[in-house]
């Protein structure tokens, strides 16, 4: 007689994460993002309305950050390993940072792939952990450095954005008013709006099969 096929295997297999088929960024967005950019108007607008070129050029951004994020809110979801998540984070790193920009483009591109950096560095170093959790005290130390030190810099806003990642709010009060800004700002600014991200994507979750 042939033995009995275990239960436990069975259980194992049901209670394995379900892989998904998703899409977070390609080519072709990016190219119709670009494409809509350079269509848009940057000159026009009320007194108290942004140009619509620079509104699009935020929208960009957002768009970017959420299809980020939602790597990492599906890690945090156990349907991603911290590898798998490390993995697409790369492949959608290297469509957005390694894009050549055309001439027209790069005055306004340059300066968003400049802050974009520490969405990349915050990701990255959530999934690898071992970050300070304490906001205030990375903020002073961050104050401290010099602004020509952007390797330094870098370092510690990514760890700031790790814990925006990880549930914290941060960080509108800690930026200074736009005449003083500098390098360090530039990046409290973009994980504030990681922050305002995972907000959007606190019920996140995908079913199997569908993609972006």
């Not at 940057?42 to 790597?71: A, R, S, W």
């Not at 990492?72 to 984070?89: A, T």
Request: negative net charge; glycine residues 6%; aromatic residues 8%.
């Amino acid at each position: 007689m042939a033995p009995r096929k275990k239960k436990e295997s069975a259980s194992a297999q049901e209670e394995a994460p379900m892989k998904l088929f998703y899409i977070f960024y390609s080519q072709e967005r990016w190219d119709n993002w670009i494409n809509s950019l350079r269509e848009a108007d940057f000159e026009g607008g009320d007194d108290d309305d942004m140009p619509e070129g620079y509104q699009l050029l935020n929208g960009f951004n957002q768009d970017i950050c959420i299809e980020v994020l939602k790597i990492i809110k599906l890690y945090q979801n156990n349907r991603f390993s911290k590898e798998e998540s490390m993995n697409k984070l790369i492949e959608v790193e290297e469509i957005i940072m390694e894009q050549e920009v055309g001439e027209d483009m790069i005055e306004l591109i340059a300066p968003m792939h400049f802050q974009l950096l520490v969405l990349f560095a915050s990701a990255k170093k959530y999934l690898e952990g071992g970050y300070d959790e304490d906001i205030k005290a990375l903020v002073k130390k961050g104050r401290s450095i010099d602004e020509e030190n952007t390797e330094e810099l870098l370092a510690i806003a990514a760890e700031i954005g790790a814990n925006v990642i990880n549930g914290k709010s941060c960080c509108g009060r800690y930026i200074k008013d736009s005449e003083d800004m500098g390098v360090f700002d530039e990046w409290l600014i973009q994980i504030e709006t990681m922050n305002e991200a995972m907000g959007t994507l606190k019920n996140f979750d995908e079913e199997a099969g569908e993609v972006s």
